[in-house]
């Protein structure tokens, strides 16, 4: 939710579980736990071993399943998403796991990432004479797949995906298999776990401790791997590169309760309030966080600094699709949205305010001016990661570059925007120190958005370096 | 939600607004505000001075409103009232405020608490020949005041609240007038506030702060205030009781921004923390709070006791009411509901975990046994607040006495049914402590379903006292 | 539906069974057979001799059937109601039967009809201190009862019957009774049947046909039936008059399966149409009646004057509330809405159009043009029934005097007004004679809305007398 | 509704329209009035000249565009159609129109009939790499058109055409082309209108009436025509052969106020009883027809036979997809359905029942056994259409051979099983005379279903030929 007021967006969550006699459920709960992932749809297929049925929708994981019939979707295979789209509307036709039948054998995709080079790819596929039926980048795989042979393999999926550019984590489900892919830099998270004798793949732990799974590993950058009744197997079907974890996954995007690439992410984020502490400390009275992402870097801060942490905004839980926006004329009036100041908290005190990130800089003002009239004497913004100055080219639907503040503002400049005592950001140093804690685990990060370095470049399509 | 779990539910929040063009559209934002009061109805009924109009409907203010057309809404005062009432099912009859219309002079009533009295009364009524149309005590004093006299008036008000013996809030609206009632004692809360020239009444300050108003005043044990074009009057209708304010609107009930008899919630909780790290430290590595309740007395337990405040236990955001409640095979397989532990956090800790209150323990139990299966080495339990024992005949609709696991078990057999390390409470000296602060201001606090001791009681029923 | 082109309305249909165990069910079915008695709400209230339950709701019987319960609705008894109403919107509170729940007795009320001094009552009731929750009238009539004493009984329901004035059926229910009672002229139909061991009471025999039952007798004019556990009995609480069954309920208002009074209603049309022929022969080709209520009449015209008929005018069955109305645009650029001519048919002919009444004359005027346009080479106009002149006080939702084209215009104004080239009305002497067989059963009629000779008039507030 | 009794249901109905700047919703008026083709879901697809864009969904033309907004529909022309299928449930992606996108050219396909060799076509397809998104015959086409070329043309549109085998008439729509076609046979039916300056397209002439267009002719069999802003050409993909219009199609499926291949519905109806009469005359008091489609054929046969038409057959108009069927048992204790006697015409007659068709049989006994027990003393069942013993390959789903009654019992045991007192069908001879009015016009009809004579086979599949 705050996602849409900040303007940074996760494409998607999968899930998948072989072997399972409630496959279809687990799924549902496992979708559940990755909810915050994606909120326009959500969706399962389910294996019999025979056919291959499905249940989507748009909507939250709930409304997509509350009049699904479980005892119809029998079988002890599936894999499931949950959906982030801009493209609104009628996009039911978009909504994963899509879903590919034929004569021969069906086949099934749930992906989270970005193909950077599906336009040109699409545009070969139409000139065969092939019909595409979403929008989706996601169906140019299983073209290329299908175009390779009737029968899905190893090789038919190891050929296409040598075919695609980009950030790409995918579950491909046939009749009688499931795949779990990742990219060449592992850009996008997606583990491995056990359940019983099931086993389990999911774009976060989270979904893992949801279901009782316990963690087993990490698919790793260029694997594929096959999972059947005859086991788990793995191949390669890229050199295996320096793992590029996005960086936002830490600051922003996952659970606090995941761990991203072995790593727990409260852990991380209290992490980076403590280098923040250390880098940017403040003269003030109380530290307070932007609910509910930056809650931990916020702990982190007051612990290193030794100042005491304080609820001082809160967040109303009960905002939602259906909340009728206030008019421009009562929000001047004063009319809270989902963001209120503790005036009892607030009144009278010199505040560190932590938030985890600045897009636009308009909700960072308003929050300002929030604590401000509650009566904050001073408002001092620490933001708990370097500043966003890049698109993401890799499955982030952040703002555009001239939205983005810190593209265009010092941060002198930003501080006065926002109405702050005083601005300051994490390190990239800082922000690597928090996150990376074992070199050996091939813990590595992408940082594109922050620092312009992109790990993955489409060819002739290169994306623009941007220098400062 | 947690409510549900728990067993302790607020009946109702009401919201009045005399003298604002938007009074509809700032009522749906107020009640927004005091949503977490009663989720399952809501509603508004507005004056534009010569006619009542009513909106109303079950399921959250989102959802009643999302169809509302503000501009048929149109007049300058309204009252607004959120449900919660485990009647269920076709109740929309009783969601408040109650319209009754007549040929003379409508009457529209929101109310929060509970008239003891109400059966009695409505035996009366209908062997005079009444019709009652609601299962709702509220309609009671409708019918008191209409027998008085067909005009509605701060003396027929008056001797109608005479008759009815009980802890309420009441706000009561004609064509031409607001009237704000509180019980002699005091023991549910309601405030005064102003948006401009605009007057405001509710439940919670929390109320006027979503709307941008500032606080005035309370309403006082007694009182009954009336508001109209001519502006506030005041009288009293009962002899002016020490104030007994329900100690669980601090504990639990109310949200932690609101100023409850001007004591802000937070901070109290905060301090019942702190008293709680002094009167019962423990032995251990850190600080859990359960969230959301528990929060700020966990924050305030970690400050007190200087061990680290740690994010081990997360809420998931979007469990709802159309949540699929896993199978009791799916649960004993691990799958988790509304809460799941941070095993990178948890494990091979001792935890010191604080919750706000035992009802039936079955939560309690669930949480620890959580904590334990994720890793944690111990669990000391400590509660912010004394062990409930007795029924509430006040408006909260608490677990009866033989589900209250602290009216049958001493504290060390709770502590084997959950499965805690150790368990202890915060004394009624220690709440009292951490809540008032101004014995001037007329402070005094409810513990009746703590101590027995029940400081209003119906004649000839008077609630019984239980001695251990 | 075609009601609301016309402007005619039936206020209700009213449904009871007692001693069946299946009582709930089988009212839904009765019901559905008077689904064209009114189409804005139905509902049903169940006794199981101890408690009532009600199950209402706005819409069709299937729209508020579709999520009943009827293992819930368990009982033996049950009374029925479906409504027309010209109220709109929010009004579930009048959607009947309106159920009073007491501590000492429940009541049930389902009405057709008009109380017509309803206003007067309802004020001496409030100034009494009484509290009325609908805008209905049937509410009026449970207050007189429950004013006169706790227990409902034929003496307290007799003596309220005596305070009304009006046109009504009323079906009474308490927990271990069921009363029926029609008004001392027998305005309204009101019939009662066996279902096996069970008693039925339905406003038209078509609802015993639905359900297999068989017709016993009438409800008789200033009769109040009780029926129990005992069997049934009789009482009368008016001298009996006269019976002025209401002539509309012939002409349009009944299904053409029911006999109302004894009389087939689709018999009684077709000799309608029969005296019409003889009465006002047309130089034609073809006979062609409006759908759906006038095909009866148009046989019968064809019938007695040897042409034949042929189906010139098509209904449109798909037409229903969620039909987009055509703009003025459109319209005028031909597109039809629910009735259409079949040009194969009409074309080149000279047409008699049978219709059964002409309220406002739009109807009439825009279907004459449809023929001519699809080329009628002549139309000539027959209507099945004397003209309107007058407002219905009974029960029917008519147009207002001015709306009333034969109160206004000569029929040769009529003629040119619709576009015909010929108009004529069936005599009221036709009309009675195609209605009433057998005087000797009681069969006479109330023509007040032909003639303006009313046989109930409101003391002091007489309808007025219309002279031509 | 009957159709589902009954078990025949023709698949689908097309409507496009070319040239009027309120296309779409012009077309929601033509399928409205198509709507007895297809009511499980319905569908557009519009161009502005530059994009398609599709408006779909389940259920019927209301429903569908309930909230269709009309304005983000703009275009000045556009395909619709309205579908039967019995493959229920989550079918969306099966409403039509089919819109494929793609990065040259969109293609968008409405179609109407059945084609023989869809799952061969299918497999070839699927084995060149094509990936199939529905289950729909229709997208065959498409896929055929797409390999061809990336443009859709008249001639990629030819040769497609030539491949498929079976009954069928299609609607083709590109951004700035439409393409009707009818199959060699001209088994389906497809005619041309105009409005104004506008061209339309419909399976049934009753659309046109219902938008106020006029008829101009009948695509030919093996027709292709291009409708463009250059005007209407017309091309010929196959050798003109023998029209042979599906006989039901005048029998039952289309609108009575239909020209199906320039004959009037109605009155084909009406000749049918005529001939029937001549062919099977009855000792008998009344004629009754089963309504609604045997309404004609009763009239005809009444006045031929000099018998008077009754209305002893009543249908309910509010038995909806939401009606609660009744129970076996209350079924057996005589709660009706769809259907009721009028025991006041029935009783003590000798009665002619005309039905238009039996297909298994439980519908007309039903009908039978409720006209006896409704009291009449003689039921002579009249079918005014050949008896059905053949499976229907060309669009129509009608019940499989052991299930049709005509093709497992003679004539005297179906008289027997459904209780009659006698049954006759019309003739083969008769029904063709009762339809083919002018040779020259090409009226031939196909009877595959009554003769087995089926005039299109698919190649080594060829339809079994039954002799009896």
Redesign the interface.
Known sequence: MLAEIKGINEECGVFGIWGHE?AA??T??GL??L??RGQEGAGVVVSDGEVLKAHKGLG????V??DANFAELSGRVAVGHVRYTTQGGSS??NVQPLL?????ASLALAHNGNIMNAHQL??EL??M?????T?SDTEVL??LI?????DTTTETIARALNKIVGAYAFLILKEDKMFAALDPSGIRPLSIGR??DAYVVASET?AF?????TFVREVLPGELVTISDAGIESERFAIREQRKMCAMEYVYLS???S?VNRV?V??SRKRMGMELAKEAPANADIVVGVP?SS??AA?GYA?ESGL????GI?K?????????Q??QE?RE????MKL??????VEGKRIVMIDDSIVRGTTSRRIVQMLKS?GAKEVHVRIASPSIQHPCYYGIDMSTRNELIAANYTVNEICDIIGADSVAYLSEKGLEKAIVKDKSLNQGICTACMTGNYPVKEQGQTPVMVTH
């Open positions: 409630k459920e687990l549902y709960y559940h736990a909810q915050h939250l994981v709930n409304e399943f509350k039911l036709e590919f039948r034929s004569q021969a699409r545009g139409e000139n004479g092939s019909i595409l039926q929008t299983a073209h299908k175009r390779d042979g009737q359940l019983g989270c401790d949801q279901i009782g799974a659970r606090p309760d761990d727990n409260h852990a509910d809650i931990s702990i612990e005491p942490y304080e609820m809160i109303n839980r009960y905002v939602g699709r259906t909340f009728i206030p008019s009562l009036q004063g009319v809270k209120a100041p503790v005036r009892g908290i509650a």
